[in-house]
């Protein structure tokens, strides 16, 4: 059996979810695994994933796009918090040089920099990146299922 790491995801309290609950889709573990811990919390109010469109400039291509933010998050108390889920690595410039790796980021910061200036022209809004170490300090799983431990050779008892 094959394990995927996107699929739909259907919410145990649709009645948090602002937006189609029969088209929600995750790309990722760590998105799958946030959505299950948004929907638990107390504090939100609402949430969705996907909803949230941001036209941007990339700075790659000088072209207009839509950046469709991973999640948001409307609080009990009235905030709005935009998330991206990314891991670390990809939140750092790259060290070697890879034009790949390069252009994946500028293309990211783009997308951020005008999620920030969207927040910053909201009350009550903010733009959070979300690494696993993030996701961690949740106490959200960010390993895959997949990933087996290593196993420890332990000697041969001696017959």
């Not at 948001?72 to 410039?93: A, H, S, W």
Request: positive net charge.
């Amino acid at each position: 059996m094959r394990k995927t790491y996107s699929g739909k995801w259907k919410p145990k309290y649709p009645q948090k979810y602002k937006g189609d609950v029969n088209n929600i889709r995750y790309r990722s573990l760590w998105e799958r695994n946030a959505f299950r811990w948004v929907e638990k919390q107390s504090f939100v109010k609402w949430w969705n994933s996907e909803e949230t469109v941001i036209g941007y400039v990339c700075d790659t291509d000088k072209r207009v796009h839509r950046y469709f933010v991973d999640l948001t998050i409307r609080t009990m108390d009235g905030k709005t918090i935009l998330v991206e889920i990314k891991p670390f690595k990809e939140t750092q410039v790259p060290k070697k040089k890879n034009l790949r790796e390069a252009l994946t980021y500028m293309k990211n910061t783009s997308k951020w920099r005008y999620a920030k200036k969207y927040c910053d022209d909201r009350p009550g809004y903010k733009f959070e990146i979300w690494t696993e170490k993030t996701l961690e300090g949740l106490g959200i799983r960010t390993l895959s299922p997949m990933r087996k431990k290593k196993s420890i050779k332990r000697p041969r008892k001696k017959v």
